[in-house]
């Protein structure tokens, strides 16, 4: 499996933006996917998760303002992003773990992917 993420950019607080993570390979709803963030000079720390059966995780953070979410029909996992702020400010990757390295339906840490996208910058100014 092969990730590529798009849909950074540059918007204002409070504005809104959609992260692709085009998949090639296997059907995304065959494997567990999730986005993480790696703000300047953090670590990287998670996002969003969503399971094989469609569960859904946030992190506290991101809750009520960003949807995980994919399309089969474009094996394509999105990341709706509303209400953005300053600290949202990131390099954004998506994951996906194809090989089942974890049996959690939802993988939250890091460890738990063995596929990276290369990440898309968002910038959010304030």
């Known amino acids: 499996v092969q990730l590529q993420a798009s849909g950074g950019g540059l918007v204002q607080a409070g504005d809104s933006l959609r992260l692709s993570c085009a998949a090639s390979g296997r059907t995304i709803s065959s494997y567990a996917m999730g986005w993480f963030r790696q703000a300047p000079g953090k670590e990287r720390e998670f996002v969003a998760a969503?399971?094989?059966?469609?569960?859904?995780a946030y992190a506290d953070s991101v809750k009520g303002r960003f949807t995980i979410s994919g399309d089969n029909a474009k094996n394509t996992l999105y990341l709706q992003m509303n209400s953005l702020k300053a600290e949202d400010t990131a390099v954004y990757y998506c994951?996906?773990?194809?090989?089942?390295?974890?049996?959690?339906?939802?993988?939250?840490?890091?460890?738990?992917?063995?596929?990276w996208g290369q990440g898309t910058q968002v910038t959010v100014s304030s």
């Open positions: 994951a996906a773990d194809p090989d089942h390295y974890s049996r959690r339906p939802l993988r939250t840490a890091e460890y738990e992917y063995g596929c």
């Open positions: 969503v399971s094989r059966s469609g569960s859904t």
